[in-house]
Structure formats: C-alpha cells, structure tokens
DNA sequence: TTGAGGATTCTC
DNA sequence: AGAATCCTCAAA
C-alpha cells in the first residue's frame, strides 16, 4: 500500500488471491466492498458483472486478446479501464487466472467519502444516487480514464485500491441478467444489494 | 481504408 | 425514444 491511499481504521486491502477465482465467484463478494482513491473519492460497491474471457460471448475478451482488452489478460487485482460509446469510461476488476480475460464490471457504488469531489466531476449529478449509480457514472466520479488503465488494485501503485471495512457482502444478494449487452444476455451474472437506491436502473 | 457496432448517459 | 460521440477491430 502506497501512502498516498488515505486509509480508514480497519480498512484492509483485497489480497491477490480474492481475485484469482472465476469471476462469478469474485463479483457477489466484491459487493460492499469498497473502492477508494488517493486523496480523493471512497464508495461502497453495490452493482456488478461478472465477463469470463473466452466462456463469455459479451466478453470484450472473447475472441481473444487486443490492444485494447490487453490488460484483461494479464495479472489478476488490476483495474481494466474501456472507453464506451464514445463518451464513458468504465472500470472493471481482472480476475482469474493469468491469460483468461476474465473480470468484473464495477456498475455502481455508493458513496461514503470525498462527494464534494464526485458532485464537482459530475455536473450531471443532483442528488447522491446520481453520483455513481452507473459504470459510467462511477469512474466520472472517480476520475478514472485511460490513465488508470493496469492499474495494480492490490498494491495501489497508482493511487487506487479496493478495501474491505468488514461488512460482508449481502447474505442474499440480487441476482439477474447483466445490462446493455446483446450476446449471452440470458446469463444470470449481475449482482446487486437488494434495495440499495445506488444501484443503477433504478 | 472503411464502417458497423458498442459492458452508457442525458434530455426531450 | 433519440441523440451524443469516437474508439476498436474485422474485413476488404
């Protein structure tokens, strides 16, 4: 851990091995964990997807690797940063092994420090729900661009990291097809925290 | 070199 | 419901 990720009393980074597991498995757990910046944004996840490389049809990683999905490939714990339809970026956690392409989209969070700095990234925003409620509404607030790109989660080697607090993920989480694709849009691999007003398409 | 298709968001 | 907006990649 870098110095620069302002750490809470009992926050703990994930380890590397969270990550290492196929990313049905990591998504559901990664819900209430938190994602946190270098002097800036923290947000409890609530929204994920799960995108298993070349199982996956929806998956950017399907048909193999690119420039683009490069860093989907490498070391599980890094941040996978895409630009989409031309106007958002949307961040996703790498999972599994080294080589498989898998990870998982983080779709929404709620925020819990730095919302001064998220309402001033998103103009858009009105009220709290608006701040993150959305993948691209998430990494706006948080700032997260291209830059961000292979970021090491693990080791926050660029300021960005997710942690736990302790709350363990929902006993009984929502689950339900992922949103905005059209290939294997019948896979049940989207998790949310039941009730939480956060969670996108509300 | 070309063009179709996006893991979205905002406004009307 | 439609617009905004541009990168990516396969195919020619």
Same mark, same amino acid.
């Given at each position: 851990?870098? &110095?620069? $990720?302002?750490?809470?009393? +009992?926050?703990?980074?994930?380890?590397?091995?969270?990550?290492?597991?196929?990313?049905?498995?990591?998504? #559901?757990?990664?819900?209430?964990? $938190?994602?946190?910046?270098?002097?800036?944004?923290?947000?409890?996840?609530?929204?994920?997807?799960?995108?298993?490389? +070349?199982?996956? #049809?929806?998956?950017?990683?399907?048909?193999?690797?690119?420039?683009?999905?490069?860093?989907?490939?490498?070391? &599980?714990?890094?941040?996978?940063?895409?630009?989409?339809?031309?106007?958002?970026?949307?961040?996703?956690?790498?999972?599994?092994? $080294?080589?498989?392409?898998?990870?998982?989209?983080?779709?929404?969070?709620? &925020?819990?420090?730095?919302?001064?700095?998220?309402?001033?990234?998103?103009?858009?925003?009105?009220?709290?729900?608006?701040?993150?409620?959305?993948?691209?509404?998430?990494?706006?607030?948080?700032?997260?661009?291209?830059?961000?790109?292979? @970021?090491?989660?693990?080791? @926050?080697?660029? +300021?960005?990291?997710?942690?736990?607090?302790?709350? #363990?993920?929902?006993?009984? #989480?929502?689950?339900?097809?992922?949103?905005? $694709?059209?290939?294997?849009?019948?896979?049940?691999?989207?998790?949310?925290?039941?009730?939480? &007003?956060?969670?996108?398409?509300?």
């Amino acid at each position: 851990m870098t &110095p620069d $990720i302002h750490m809470q009393d +009992g926050w703990s980074v994930l380890p590397r091995a969270f990550y290492r597991r196929y990313p049905t498995h990591v998504a #559901p757990e990664l819900l209430n964990k $938190i994602l946190v910046r270098a002097d800036g944004p923290a947000a409890r996840i609530v929204e994920v997807e799960a995108y298993a490389g +070349g199982d996956d #049809p929806a998956a950017h990683s399907f048909r193999g690797a690119t420039p683009r999905n490069a860093t989907m490939f490498g070391e &599980p714990g890094h941040l996978y940063v895409y630009f989409s339809y031309g106007m958002h970026w949307c961040c996703n956690a790498v999972c599994g092994e $080294i080589g498989s392409g898998m990870a998982v989209l983080l779709r929404a969070a709620e &925020p819990l420090l730095g919302q001064d700095a998220m309402f001033q990234a998103r103009k858009a925003a009105r009220r709290g729900r608006d701040l993150a409620s959305g993948p691209g509404k998430l990494s706006q607030a948080f700032g997260i661009t291209r830059e961000l790109d292979g @970021a090491d989660l693990v080791t @926050a080697n660029r +300021g960005i990291s997710i942690v736990s607090d302790g709350l #363990p993920p929902p006993v009984a #989480p929502q689950v339900g097809p992922r949103i905005g $694709i059209s290939r294997a849009a019948d896979f049940p691999w989207r998790w949310h925290v039941p009730g939480n &007003p956060h969670v996108s398409r509300r």
